[in-house]
């Protein structure tokens, strides 16, 4: 799985989470729904910068193999576009209720590891590929990428900042 996927399964579980119906983008399945507002999350943006000098983090010692790992990271800029859809039995009032609750959830915070720096909102319309009402939300949020590798200097896999983690050992 990569970082953009994880990212993208992430905002999708923590909406989940708060009640809001919700899948990824390209799931592989229809993802309109017809008979419930749903909100359908995308990446639509990342922006890496270095965190460090050279990306280089320093060290951390793990006590339970009593090593010692390098380090690396990049601050991350991701954008996430949430296109909230509602079906024409609620009219476009369903939608706007749907964007004010994806609104109140990001007020409170984002997923764990992701810092909402800002949200902004759109225009609801009537979308007549889906045969729905649509919105869009945007959420910018910040994360720190973290790398390591073992004492031997072979990567391990990264980090996402106090939440997503990938182990190359476990899925290369």
Same mark, same amino acid.
């Given at each position: ?7 993208? *399964? ?16 390209? #799931?592989?399945?229809? +993802?309109?729904? +017809?008979?419930? =507002? ?11 910068? #270095?965190?460090? !000098? ?25 954008? !996430? ?5 509602? #079906?024409?039995?609620?009219?476009? *009032? ?16 984002? =997923? ?10 759109? *225009?609801?319309?009537?979308?007549? *590929? ?20 073992? =004492? ?16 190359? +050992?476990?899925? =290369?």
């Amino acid at each position: 799985m990569t970082t953009l996927t994880q990212l993208q *399964e992430t905002m999708t579980a923590f909406l989940t989470g708060q009640g809001i119906r919700a899948l990824t983008a390209w #799931p592989g399945e229809d +993802r309109l729904v +017809r008979t419930a =507002p749903l909100a359908v999350v995308r990446v639509k943006e990342v922006a890496a910068a #270095p965190a460090g !000098f050279q990306n280089y983090l320093g060290q951390r010692y793990d006590g339970a193999s009593r090593t010692w790992t390098e380090r690396y990271g990049q601050r991350a800029e991701v954008q !996430f576009a949430l296109d909230l859809y509602s #079906p024409v039995g609620e009219g476009e *009032e369903g939608c706007r209720r749907l964007l004010d609750q994806v609104a109140g959830t990001l007020q409170q915070g984002g =997923p764990a590891g992701l810092a909402l720096e800002k949200w902004t909102m759109g *225009e609801t319309a009537f979308h007549r *590929e889906s045969g729905m009402f649509r919105g869009r939300l945007l959420a910018a949020c910040r994360t720190l990428l973290v790398a390591e590798t073992d =004492p031997a200097g072979e990567f391990l896999g990264f980090t996402v900042k106090g939440g997503i983690t990938h182990d190359i +050992r476990d899925n =290369p």
